[in-house]
């Protein structure tokens, strides 16, 4: 018999990392990548997982009907507009789930009725309909008033009603624009939850962007005035300044449980691996001092707060790296280590490989083994962020470079590219050494890409260090983001270059909805 208290405890996790954390510009994921993160977020427990836009592309079409089919145990939910058109493309995709959910959505602010110029009664009609279709569909709908925090609080209660009645099952409220605050958060929550007849029998949803930097904040404020689902990403990652951290709301839950006494169904343990494939595949890295998942988040440098770690953690560490799946020690690997050594070390990392894949990074770990005296668990992320970020298939891939540079010039590279499994060759000069890569890229790969981001750090410290260098391209309102990894800065640089074009190339083939989305 379920536990009624229990029940009340629960929040449920809803990532939309691979919808809204993909519309972030640059953030582009393939296939493959997708339903890398998606296995991994079933795996670790997420409640519903968000896996696309269905109409917005072939491509997030396909992407959510495989993740569909492959779930385990998540709902998987697709994403829909407020038309018949766009509810039954998604129905299509997610009925392969065997959890599956629609969720439709329209702005229902004065500012958002005015881009389908709509009055109140229209608009009403609309979600009344759609909500009815989308209900005789799926019996797993959610509805969500996009910009709610800024609608007339009558007209919300209004049309949340109406949603209710028309077969609802989830009411999201979002922050689309990042404006509220949290006391306006758990208000907000607790006058529609008071107010609407019907709410008793819903699940209300808060979905919070970052904009003010608050979104964290408003989403375990909502949880307190009685949400009992959050919608999330990894990283925090999402449009503009992103969404609310997944790992953030889940920790803080956990670590405070004694003010916050919810609980989810997170495997905490799993949070590092997957922080670090979506960082890799968005080509968005995470920033050193971000909240949980940030490199120096369990780092300590002052010496009073060494002094006091080394005589008890809990002075300065209010949680264990082992619980978010850091490995207590970074310790370090060399040339003489042997396959079983790395398969164990990269397994603590959480990576499982299979023996054609370690075969693959043995290759690379000895060729890195062999330039650097050292190699710690952060040389070995960067080593299998940079195999995952370079696929076999991509169709431009670098073969070989050699570059001349100095205090005298010229400066010249000279590349070898396999394009479309065809070796070319050329040579060209540039400002620098890196730019006469780019150059000479260029020349054998013709676009109008501007280089919009060029960023180089430091993996670990020292002079043999690895740089991972990251390169966002933008090209008619398209960005792309690549990544690379090595001990050659120059390297590295070209391969995250080459990296970008080849996710431009996939860009070039999807088309997002005019529609701003939730």
């Known amino acids: 018999m379920t536990d009624p208290k229990a029940a009340q ?27 890398q993160i998606a296995t991994l977020l079933d795996e670790m427990g997420v409640d519903i997982i968000e896996a696309g836009f269905p109409i917005a592309s072939e491509g997030d079409f396909e992407a959510v009907t495989e993740i569909a089919r492959l779930a385990q145990t998540a709902v998987i939910c697709g994403l829909a507009r407020a038309n018949f058109a766009d509810i039954d493309r998604c129905w299509e995709a997610v009925k392969h789930a065997k959890r599956p959910r629609i969720h439709t959505f329209i702005g229902t602010s004065p500012l958002h009725r005015a881009i389908p110029n709509l009055d109140m009664d229209q608009m009403a009609e609309r979600i009344e309909a759609t909500v009815t279709h989308a ?19 009558d007209y919300l209660c209004r049309v949340v009603e109406i949603a209710i009645k028309a077969g609802a099952t989830t009411i999201n409220i979002p922050d689309t624009v990042g404006y509220t605050a949290p006391r306006e958060s758990a208000a907000l929550i607790r006058m529609l939850i008071e107010r609407v007849p019907g709410a008793d029998g819903v699940v209300f949803a808060t979905h919070c962007h970052n904009d003010l930097g608050m979104a964290t904040a408003n989403a375990l404020a909502a949880v307190d005035a009685g949400a009992r689902q959050i919608e999330c990403t990894i990283n925090g990652l999402g449009e503009r300044a992103g969404n609310t951290a997944l790992e953030e709301v889940v920790m803080a839950m956990k670590v ?39 490199k120096n988040a369990f780092a300590h440098e002052s010496g009073i707060h060494q002094d006091g770690m080394l005589k008890n953690a ?131 790969v013709p676009n109008s890409a501007r280089l919009a981001l060029y960023q180089v750090h430091a993996v670990t410290e020292g002079t043999d260090a690895q740089a991972t260098v990251s390169v966002r391209l933008e090209e008619d309102g398209k960005i792309a983001t690549g990544q690379s990894a090595d001990t050659d800065t120059v390297v590295a640089s070209t391969r995250a270059y080459v990296n970008a074009l080849n996710k431009l190339m996939v860009r070039r083939l999807k088309t997002a909805p005019a529609a701003q989305t939730a």
Not at 282 to 290: A, D, E, L, W
């Open 9 to 35: 405890d629960r929040v449920l996790i809803f990532d939309t990392t691979l919808r809204d954390g993909e519309q972030s510009p640059g953030a582009t994921m393939t296939l493959h990548e997708k339903l």
């Open 135 to 153: 209900r005789n569909l799926c019996d797993n709908v959610q509805w969500s008033p996009m910009d709610a925090t800024r609608t007339e609080h």
């Open 256 to 294: 405070r449980n004694d003010i916050m006494p919810y609980r989810t169904n997170i495997d905490t343990t799993k949070i590092m691996q997957v922080s670090r494939l979506v960082a890799t595949v968005s080509g968005f890295p995470v920033q050193f001092n971000k909240a949980i998942v940030g």
């Open 314 to 444: 809990q002075t300065f560490e209010i949680m264990r790296p082992q619980d978010v799946g850091l490995n207590a020690t970074s310790l370090v690997m060399g040339k003489h280590s042997g396959r079983a050594a790395l398969r164990s070390k990269l397994e603590e990392l959480g990576y499982k490989l299979g023996d054609n894949q370690l075969s693959d990074v043995f290759v690379r770990f000895k060729a890195l083994a062999d330039s650097k005296k050292e190699v710690y668990d952060e040389d070995l992320v960067a080593l299998m962020q940079d195999t995952d970020t370079h696929a076999a298939n991509d169709r431009i891939q670098v073969r070989r470079l050699k570059v001349v540079c100095g205090t005298e010039g010229p400066r010249t590279a000279e590349l070898t590219l396999a394009i479309d499994g065809v070796e070319h060759e050329v040579t060209a000069t540039g400002d620098g050494p890196v730019d006469a890569a780019f150059v000479a890229v260029r020349k054998l």
